[in-house]
């Protein structure tokens, strides 16, 4: 998970610096006063974010797997502490309801 964080965040900076070039260079508009540099973070975001989609598909899945395994085996243990768990009054109600 943490490489797909720094990958994205790599390509986040990427574009940043690429959108930044270009606005400093005059061929994208500058931001309104002196909003420019908000204007060049969100015009990076906009970017990056479908270039991540695309690039980072087989990464973001790795990390899929990886999250799922960690989610069974919590799941896995949790089941077992509650099957250690039981509460010995319940085994006598379960005994008394079978005898019954």
Same mark, same amino acid.
């Given at each position: !998970?943490l490489?797909?964080t720094? !990958?994205?965040l ?9 959108v930044?070039?270009l606005?400093y260079?005059g061929?994208v508009p500058?931001?309104?006063?002196? =909003? ?5 973070? !969100?015009?990076a975001?906009v970017?990056s974010?479908?270039?991540s ?9 790795r990390? =899929?797997v ?7 085996r919590m799941?896995a ?14 085994? =006598?109600a379960?005994?008394?309801s079978?005898a019954s």
């Open positions: !998970m490489r797909y720094l !990958m994205r790599g390509i986040l900076v990427g574009c940043f610096v690429v930044w070039g606005v260079s061929l500058r931001g309104l006063g002196d =909003s420019n540099g908000l204007w060049i973070v !969100m015009l975001l970017i974010a479908p270039i989609f695309v690039v980072l598909r087989k990464e973001r899945d990390a =899929s990886n999250v799922v395994a960690r989610v069974d799941k243990n949790l089941e077992a502490n509650r099957s250690q768990e039981d509460d010995p009054a319940d085994d =006598s379960k005994a008394r079978q």
